[in-house]
């Protein structure tokens, strides 16, 4: 059974960092890309970062020079290291995985329901 749950949201001010992490079981890392994705209210979803099981990274334009995704295997967690926070950057984030699929697909692509396997989200709120 894959279970996926995140933590780390929380409210902070502009400029201010929060590391979200994703805690993982029911899978194997090696087989599957995995992502930040997040939905602000009103919006639509927005592939955020994604790494893939040798390193490969992407990243949204967006959030380019200011959040970084990175995992820890011997832990079966994925972390975003997110810096220099804008209000815009408030969302729901959560953490998904999807086998076979590339870090740049995972960022880019409008189609989420495809994804695999998603995490409940934890909430993310950036006040000016």
């Known amino acids: 059974q894959v279970k996926m749950v995140e933590s780390g949201g929380d409210s902070v001010q502009a400029g201010g960092s929060l590391r979200l992490s994703c805690e993982f079981s029911?899978?194997?890392?090696?087989?599957?890309?995995m992502a930040w994705i997040r939905q602000a209210p009103g919006k639509e979803r927005e592939g955020v970062a994604a790494?893939?099981?040798?390193?490969?990274?992407d990243y949204a334009d967006s959030v380019k020079g200011r959040f970084s995704i990175s995992q820890d295997n011997a832990k079966n967690t994925l972390y975003l290291q997110m810096n220099n926070l804008k209000p815009e950057d408030t969302a729901m984030y959560y953490c998904?995985?999807?086998?076979?699929?590339?870090?740049?697909?995972?960022?880019?692509?409008?189609?989420?329901?495809?994804?695999?396997?998603w995490g409940k989200g934890t909430l993310v709120n950036v006040s000016s």
């Open positions: 029911g899978f194997t890392f090696d087989d599957y890309a």
């Open positions: 790494i893939e099981s040798d390193g490969t990274t």
């Open positions: 998904v995985a999807d086998e076979g699929s590339t870090a740049e697909w995972m960022v880019s692509t409008e189609h989420f329901y495809a994804m695999d396997y």
